[in-house]
């Protein structure tokens, strides 16, 4: 990411609701943090994308720390489950949880949880943003947005489209999209990307917003069209294929980002010492490197920014699951 983009995301103002650890009551020596390995707590299974990304990051952390952050996989309920188990840890930074987009999306699709994401974490930073990119079957007749928006707009409820379950971001990203343009489509939500891209390839549906990692294989042996990326500028991965905000949509920009949340009574110290080790493992040129390779972006961020950014998409989300209908209980 340029220089420009980071320093621009850093003065996100730093006025947030979320749990603040500067009002914790120490739980640990911060002192002498780490002295003992770390658990990242990841809420997807091994060999999943959030999960790869997650292993990069902890591998170059393991080194600035001096301590072994350890990925502790922990998938189901949307994320629930990890984050329920992160929010009754100890305070004293030992237990992280690498939390995706979904934390902000629970609460708008569950009328329950076991846990507040306000009042139970404090943030860490913001990791990486893994763009969605805007695709159809190969046999569409349409080659840009524009071509695409006309013929969904030709054609209400007649094309389907995929996603990697209700309410998931890759859910919510095409209705918002189709909302914002007046379009009307079905939706077909699938137990992950992997059977709904597999569906997509063979023309049971004909358009989804799934993440660059994912469809990248389809789109490269042209199964599958991309006609747009959802970030705010283009993909190093896709360099050839306009952002949906040069196209129609200034201002548009949807991901799949990650960030790291601690119990919210952290003591400030050890918040600051596990930012600054993500920051710099985020700036380090091979791990750069392994997150591009992945499609994914490094970012990198205070805590302060981290939470604005939370709270400011929790907000967002709620509306767009409000007006789609989506929910899980």
Request: glycine content about 6%; hydrophobic content about 45%; cysteine-free.
């Amino acid at each position: 990411m340029k220089a420009k983009t980071l320093v621009k995301f850093l003065a996100v103002p730093t006025a947030i609701a979320l749990s603040s650890a500067s009002h914790a009551t120490p739980a640990a020596d911060a002192a002498a943090f780490p002295n003992h390995p770390i658990r990242l707590v990841v809420p997807f299974p091994p060999g999943g994308p959030t999960d790869l990304v997650s292993r990069v990051i902890a591998k170059r952390m393991t080194e600035e720390l001096g301590q072994q952050v350890l990925v502790d996989n922990r998938p189901g309920a949307n994320g629930n489950i990890a984050a329920e188990i992160v929010a009754k840890a100890p305070a004293d930074g030992y237990t992280v949880l690498y939390n995706t987009s979904s934390i902000a999306l629970s609460p708008a699709l569950y009328s329950k949880l076991t846990y507040d994401v306000r009042r139970d974490f404090a943030p860490v930073a913001l990791t990486a943003m893994v763009p969605l990119v805007l695709e159809v079957n190969a046999q569409m007749p349409v080659h840009n947005v524009k071509e695409f928006i006309q013929y969904v707009k030709a054609n209400p409820d007649k094309l389907t489209y995929g996603s990697a379950g209700n309410g998931n971001v890759t859910h919510l990203a095409a209705f918002l999209f189709l909302q914002a343009n007046g379009l009307s489509a079905v939706h077909a939500p699938y137990k992950g990307s992997a059977p709904a891209l597999t569906d997509l390839a063979g023309g049971q549906v004909q358009f989804m917003a799934d993440t660059i990692n994912s469809s990248l294989p389809f789109i490269r042996d042209k199964r599958m069209r991309a006609l747009a990326v959802t970030s705010s500028t283009r993909s190093s991965q896709l360099p050839d294929v306009p952002t949906v905000a040069e196209t129609v949509m200034p201002g548009f920009e949807v991901g799949a980002w990650q960030g790291m949340l601690v119990p919210a009574k952290t003591p400030p110290e050890i918040v600051r010492k596990l930012n600054a080790a993500t920051v710099k493992a985020l700036a380090s040129p091979e791990t750069r490197a392994s997150l591009a390779a992945q499609g994914a972006e490094p970012r990198g961020s205070t805590p302060e920014a981290y939470g604005a950014y939370l709270s400011a998409e929790m907000t967002r989300w709620r509306k767009v699951v409000k007006d789609s209908g989506a929910t899980l209980d």
